[in-house]
Structure formats: C-alpha cells, structure tokens
C-alpha cells in the first residue's frame, strides 16, 4: 500500500541510468527500512540499485541466494497519483473501480481470482496502474528480510537483496555489479499465480519502424499527400493475425508484437517488441518484418514515400525511397 504510491516509473526515451530519477525514491525508503530491520550493510548505489545482505544462520557451507525485485513500473500507464484501495475478505464479487467505474475486475476475466476468495486483494483506483509489477514482490522481499532477521532459529546461508530500476524497460540488471552481489544462485519475485515458478525467461528485442510521408494541404493534396499514417496502417494490417502474436500464441511460441503507434501525415512511428524462448527466432521475426515491408515497396513508390526503419536490422540505403 506505501510502496505504489511513490511513483517509479521507468522511461524507455531516457539513456540515463536509472533512466527515472524518481525510481530512487522508492529504493531510498528501501534502503531505510532495510537499516531498520538489521540489515547494516544495505546502501543504494549510483545506478539506482539496492544491495544488502541477510546473515547466515547456518554453520554449514551452503551457496549464496539472491533475492531480486525491480521498482520501477511499466511506461504503458501512469503510475503518478496511484490510490490503492484494500479489498478485506473478497467474496468473489465484481470489483469495480471507483475513479473509473468503467474498469470492472471480475472472476469471469480473472478465473485465477477465484481461488483467492477470503483474502485481501489490493487494487489501484481505476485512473492509474497499481504497480503491484513488481512492488508486490518488493514487499515480500522485505517481509522475508524482516522474518529471517527476527528468527534466527531459521537456518539459512547468506542471502543477498537486490532491488534494481528500469526492468519494464529491459535494462534492469544493465549496471548490476555481479561480483559485489556475490551470489552462487537467484530468484525473482515478480507476477504470476501463487506457488509458480519459471525456471527460464523469453529472448526479445526492440525494434521501431518509422515512415516518412508527404504532407500537403488537404484542399489541394491529390497527387501531392502521402500519408505516413496510412501507410503505417497498411503495414500493421499486414502483420501476421493467426500466428506470432500474442493474442493468438501460448507457451513458448514467440511473437511480434505492435506496442505504440504514434505520429502524423508527415511521420508516424510504430514500435515492437519480438520476443522467443528460442533466440534465433528472433531473426526470423525480423526478417518476416523485413518481408513485409519489402511487399509493401511497390505502393511506397507509387505514392512517392520515404521509409526508414531502426534499429539497422533493414538497411535505411536497401529500403529508402526517394521522395523525388
């Protein structure tokens, strides 16, 4: 309930790292409460990552366990002004939110809540992302922390805490120091159902594609305008619809994945995530991306477009088109 209304989210345009400022509010208060519990050696370093440790209690030789949680929240939404609202012994009905009533959270789209009928659950207001990704694991974290400090009749080896920023941005362990932590083995807590575990995670990369159009005043625009937007559309609507993407794979199956579009006549930019638990894959993801466009060619001719595309994965010299 403290831990989401300090607003962490990441910023995927920033090369900073943390890439938010603000994410070091959160691990400050960390830090402290770290202090608190007993655990004298916790400290927040420049990057933006908390480090402690939880003593051993054991005498046997037993490997090092690190226990890692990020702060900061996803960019998609905001996470400034977050409202949480606890739900005591929820009894399964619809939880709709109040600054947007039009938000419902029920057992018939979430069947998982189901199987958490008596317990408290925790919900943001309805405006705002609630930022249980990955506060919710932070919180465990410290309430592992705070137990193992005040039951030493526990045996356990050394235990390493690390909170790190920027993990909804792929850079979460960017600047980890690996020596320093010095752990043999680690364990995130982040989403997912109660009791499960992953033993392994999906490759991805990132890619966004920018198209260039031709503006004109729309009185005097045939023969003259190109929309960007258009062409954008044109090439999202091509994007595979019965396979490699997510709302039509389960399990390991990769995806392309459209996560933004925005822009105007003149220039629209749609950005991707590709993702696999087969690296290679990736390539071939973007070569299906490159194909796609490469089809798309004749009518950016015909319109006298410009397309350029980043990252370098599709040559800007293979695919420009003159605007002349």
Known sequence: MKYVQVDTQSDPASSSQPSTEKQKNLS?????????IGISDAELDEYGYVYGTIPATSKKNVPV??????????????????????????????LVLPDDPAVIINTKNHP???ERIGDDIITASGKTLLGADDKAGVAIIIDIAQYLIQHPEVQHGK???????????????AKVDM????ANYGYTLDGGERAHLEGETFSADAVTIT????????GYAKNKMVSAIKIAAAFVDELPKHE?????????QGFIHPVHIEGGIEKTTVQFIIRSFHTPDLAVYEEKLKAIIKGLLPVFLKRKACLTTSPSFISPKLYMVSKN
């Open 65 to 94: 366990l690190c226990f890692c949680s990020h702060v900061d929240t996803s960019p998609d939404s905001s996470g400034n002004g977050v409202k949480p609202i606890l739900h005591q012994n929820y009894t399964g009905k619809d």
């Open 211 to 218: 198209f260039h159009g031709i503006s004109a005043h729309p």
């Open 244 to 252: 490699w993407s997510p709302e039509t794979t389960e399990g390991k």
């Open 159 to 173: 235990i390493r805490i690390l909170f790190t920023p920027d993990e909804e941005i792929g850079r979460g362990v």
């Open 28 to 36: 400050r208060i960390l830090v402290q409460e770290l202090i608190e």
């Open 179 to 182: 020596k320093k932590l010095g």
């Open 112 to 114: 998982y809540l189901k």
